[in-house]
């Protein structure tokens, strides 16, 4: 499918936002663990969250339900496997990684497979923190890239591994380790990129019932069982952060309902960036209010945290009146694509100056080039990003519009009905 844009201004845009992407896939997978059956009130419906239900199936986990509320039946730390499992995760890094972790609860091996790119993010901090911790771990290809193969059971102790490739390692590790007998000490050798979603994976925990002490750069996890637990998720600022960057270049006004202001979703930082560049955000009971002139500011701006709304952010700059520079990009290579790559290929070809840094991207406006089109090369934030320039500017063709189901299947239904597409 191919979506052509056309230029808007003084949107007056209300949406909901769909719930959140990081925080379903972490209560499937605790309640997956815990000592009974959990529900999960208003969990994401998206292509990843469908991984996730599917891997936890293949480990012999029972889910069922709808959009509603999810019921997931869970193992007591045990998983009931009674043969060899093998689970395709697709394009959905975060299932990889916390199923990586599961399948430490085995005395099955489960092989880990998923995309051809999928096949070229790096899970080999992953995989040797679960060998020393006692697992047995075998890659199919290249070493530290999955398919792989885990078997456990693994006893847990003391582990260290680098923080600076994805916070998903340390997540995996943190939620399976205490149905490991020896429980989990892990010591980050160098700070954590990502570090807000360690607070989403402890906060889930603690929602279950399992405390992590943090002493410094280490994380405890003493062994123990998760509660079985009613479970309400969040709405995602992820998603949000692109009908506000719709706002900040078009002009006018977009409300977002079902966000929490108090969230510990690292993309909330996404608004403070707006607010940087001349926006005006305010929060109420309900949702979140942007308002802007369309008139943008650059500024510099450390998002090390907030890795997925940084397509977005990088798409408002081109629309900003001086150069914006975004820090705390290096991980973003290891993405569904190089983001890094694709931020300067999209910005490039719209016209935009685009330098790029070891850990840093800056951003110029420049006269536009011509009619755009866009390929995502399978991935949802370039695609979503698109549409933040095809609305400010227009003339955008955004193709295989329909890889935004990854994250956020009515995105496209969501700016239909607010009248911009
Ligand atoms: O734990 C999570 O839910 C996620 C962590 C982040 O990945 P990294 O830690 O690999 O940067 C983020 O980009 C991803 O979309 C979701
Ligand atoms: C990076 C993302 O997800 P994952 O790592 O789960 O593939 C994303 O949703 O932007």
């Known amino acids: 499918m191919e ?8 949107v007056d845009l209300a949406v909901a936002a769909p719930p959140s992407k990081s925080l379903t896939h972490r209560a499937l997978v605790v309640a997956a663990l815990a000592d009974g059956e959990s529900e999960i009130v208003r969990p994401l419906e ?6 996730t239900r599917t891997g936890l ?8 339900g709808d959009a509603d509320v ?8 045990r998983l009931p496997l009674d043969a060899p499992v093998v689970i395709d995760a697709g394009d959905s ?7 990586t972790g599961l399948a430490t609860l085995g ?31 075998r890659y199919a290809g290249r070493p530290g890239f999955p398919p792989l193969t885990v078997r456990g059971p693994v006893r847990g102790g003391s582990v260290a591994l680098p923080g600076d490739v994805s916070s998903q390692f340390v997540s995996a590790l943190l939620i399976a380790a205490p149905c490991w007998p020896d429980g989990l000490a892990l010591t980050l050798e160098t700070p954590p990129v990502s570090a807000s979603y360690l607070a989403l994976t402890t906060g889930v925990m603690a929602a279950f019932g399992v405390e992590v002490r943090r002493e410094e750069e280490t994380f405890l996890v003493e062994p123990g069982r998760y509660r079985p637990t009613r479970y309400e998720v969040e709405g995602d600022w992820s998603s949000a952060s692109t009908f506000f960057a719709i706002g900040a270049v078009c002009g006018g006004r977009v409300r977002v ?54 397509q977005n952010l990088a798409a408002v700059a081109a629309f900003a009146r001086g150069p914006t520079t975004i820090t705390g990009t290096a991980h973003l290579r290891y993405k569904e694509s190089d983001r890094v790559a694709a931020i300067a290929r999209v910005l490039r070809g719209f016209g935009a100056g685009v330098e790029v840094g070891e850990d840093r991207i800056t951003v110029s406006s420049g006269p536009r080039r011509g009619h755009l089109t866009v390929d995502p090369v399978h991935d949802h934030r370039t695609a979503m990003s698109a549409a933040v320039l095809g609305l400010g500017s227009g003339d955008v063709t955004v193709q295989e519009a329909e890889c935004v189901a990854k994250s956020f299947p009515g995105f496209w239904e969501a700016l239909q009905e607010g009248g911009l597409v």
């Open 3 to 10: 979506v052509t844009l056309a230029r808007h201004t003084g």
């Open 46 to 51: 998206a292509g990843d969250i469908a991984r």
């Open 57 to 64: 199936t293949a480990l012999g986990i029972r889910v069922a």
């Open 70 to 77: 999810l019921t997931v039946q869970g193992c007591g730390g």
């Open 93 to 99: 890094g975060t299932s990889l990684r916390f199923l």
């Open 107 to 137: 005395r099955h091996p489960v092989t880990l497979t998923g995309s051809a790119r999928m096949q070229q993010r790096p899970i080999g901090p992953l995989g040797d923190a679960v060998a020393a911790l006692g697992g047995e771990v």
């Open 257 to 310: 309902d079902h966000l929490d202001p108090a969230s510990a979703q690292g993309d909330r930082r996404f608004l403070d960036a707006l607010a940087a560049m001349g926006c005006r955000v305010r929060a109420d009971a309900t949702g979140v209010v942007l308002e802007s002139d369309g008139v943008l500011d650059g500024a510099e701006i450390e998002m090390a945290t907030s890795p997925d709304t940084v």
